[in-house]
C-alpha cells in the first residue's frame, strides 16, 4: 500500500489537496490511500511515527512542516516530501514544490504529476509483494517488511499477513502462497509461513528449548512446531557454515603432519557417526511427543458470568484524532491486544483516543475508517449524538480484548460483524437493518436492546455465555 500524507494549515489549500488525491486514487484506481489530511502538526507526526511506511508527503511550508520533514527522514528513508508553496526549511528528501499561488487547474495539475511519479517509482519496486485482500482489493508490500503468514483461526480460507506496519486478511490458502515466495521464506507450522530475514536473534535460543512460539516485532506470535524447530534452524546456519572453509570449521588440521593425519581422520569419522545415531534417536523421541501432544485434548477453563458489566470511565491520553461524521461510511478494526469501545458524544466529529501514549494507526479512503492497533491499551470512538446513521457498515476483528457498544441509539447501521478471539462482546441500543453477526470463541455476548432481521441475527459464543436483557 502507498500512503500520501496531507499536512496544510490552509484550510481551503488542504481540502484542495485531499481532494486532488481522492480523485486521483478512484480515477486510476491505484493502490493508494491517504493515511492522513490535517493541519494540525502533532497530528501528522504521530501518523509518521505510527505508519512507518514508505509514502508520499505534502507538507506545508510552515515552520511545523519542517518538523515533520526531518521526522520523516527517520522512519521513511525510500518516500518523497512534497512542499505547498515556498518555504525557508529544505530538505534532502524534498523531491519538489506546488505553487499556492497558481490557478486551481494548475495546482490540480502538479498535484496529479507529483502523485503519478512517485507511485510509478512505487509499484516498479521489485522487492515488492502484489496480493489481493479480502473483498478483492489490490494491495502491496515490501518483502522486508513481511514478518509471517498465518491460517485465520475463524476461517481456514483466509490468510492473516502480519507486516511490522499493519495486518491483511487475504483469500487463499497457505500452500498456494508458499509456491510464490522466495527461499527467504519457511513454512515453520501447517498454519505459518514465516520469513527468515526478520527471526530476532534472541528468539532462536526458545526455538531450541522447543518453545514453539516465535514472538516477531510489536509483539506479534508464530508458531513452530517441533518437527520443523530442527528444519528452521538448519536453514538458518546452513548458508553461513557453506560459506566458510573447512579450515575454518576445523582450525587443526592444516597444522598437522601426513602421518598425524592418517590417525586423527578415522577418529573424527567415528565421532561425526556418534552424533548422527544421537540425533536420529533425539528426533524419532521429539516426533512421538509431539504427535502425544497433538492428540492430547484441549482444556479451556469454564468463564463465569461477570457480576457488573456497566461501563468504566477509563482515563485517556492528551492525544487524539478528529474525523468529520460525514466522510466515514464504513467502520473496518482490527486488534490483537486492544479492547475498543463505541459511545455517544456532544460533538459533531469522530473522535479516535486510545490510553497509549501514541494514537492507534489508521486510514480513511472512499468514505472508509480503517483502524488498527497491536499494542495493550484500549481505543474510544466517539461519535455524535444524533438521530442520523454514522456507520452504514462495521467489521471488527479483535483476538485479544473486549468490544463495548454503549448508550450509542444514533449508531444505526445496514450491517454489523465482529468476531473477537479471547474476550466479551457487549451491546446496547443497536439496531442492524441488514444483518448482525457476533462470534466469540473464549468469551461471553450481552445484548440489550438489540433488533436485526431474525434471519440474519447471527449470536454465537463458544465458550461462554449468551445474556440477553
Known sequence: ?????????????????????????????????????????????AAIQLHRAR?????????????????????????????????????????????????????????????????????????????????????????DEILFFETDPTNSRWIILHTKIKKYTLVGTLNNISQELGDSFFRCHKSFVINLDNIPEEEL??????????????????????????????????????????????????FLDTEKKSFFIPIIGVFFLI?????????????????????????????????????????????????????????????????????????????IQSTSENLPPYTLANNNLQITDTDASVIIISIPQNTEPIFNTIHVRMENGNIQIRGASALATQELEMSVMFGSIIISNISATKRLDLQTHHGNIYLENVNAPPDNFIYNANRGYIITR
Open 55 to 143: 509514502g508520499l508527503y505534502f507538507l506545508s511550508s510552515s515552520e511545523q512542516g519542517a518538523k515533520a520533514a526531518a521526522i520523516i527522514s527517520q522512519y521513511d528513508t525510500n518516500g518523497a516530501i512534497i512542499g505547498i508553496g515556498h518555504g525557508a526549511w529544505h530538505s534532502e528528501k524534498k523531491s519538489g514544490t506546488i505553487e499556492t499561488e497558481s490557478d486551481e487547474r494548475l495546482f490540480r495539475k502538479n498535484v496529479y504529476a507529483f502523485l503519478k511519479k512517485n507511485y510509478e517509482n512505487y509499484i516498479s519496486d521489485e522487492n515488492l509483494y502484489r496480493f489481493k485482500t479480502r473483498g478483492n482489493g489490490h494491495s502491496s508490500c515490501a518483502y
Open 275 to 351: 552424533c548422527i545415531v544421537l540425533a536420529f534417536t533425539t528426533g524419532f523421541l521429539l516426533n512421538r511427543n509431539e504427535n502425544r501432544n497433538e492428540n492430547t485434548p484441549e482444556i479451556t477453563p469454564e468463564i463465569s458470568e461477570p457480576e457488573n458489566t456497566s461501563a468504566i470511565n477509563i482515563p485517556m491520553s492528551a492525544a487524539s484524532i478528529r474525523i468529520p461524521a460525514n466522510e466515514a461510511m464504513y467502520l473496518s478494526l482490527e486488534t490483537t491486544q486492544s479492547s475498543v469501545i463505541i459511545e455517544p458524544h456532544q460533538g459533531d466529529y469522530i473522535r
Open 205 to 254: 535460543s526458545g526455538i531450541e528449548r522447543n518453545k514453539g512460539i516465535i514472538v516477531m516485532q510489536e509483539g506479534a506470535e508464530c508458531h513452530v512446531s517441533v518437527r520443523k524447530s530442527r528444519e528452521l534452524l538448519k536453514k538458518l546456519s546452513v548458508s553461513s557454515v557453506q560459506q566458510r572453509p573447512v579450515s575454518e570449521l576445523f582450525p587443526i588440521l592444516p
Open 1 to 45: 500500500m502507498f500512503f500520501v500524507f496531507i499536512y496544510e494549515e490552509n484550510e481551503h489549500r488542504k481540502h484542495l489537496l485531499t481532494e486532488c488525491v481522492r480523485e486521483y486514487i478512484i480515477v486510476t484506481e491505484s493502490d493508494m490511500e491517504i493515511a492522513i489530511s490535517t493541519g494540525n502538526s502533532s497530528e501528522i507526526i
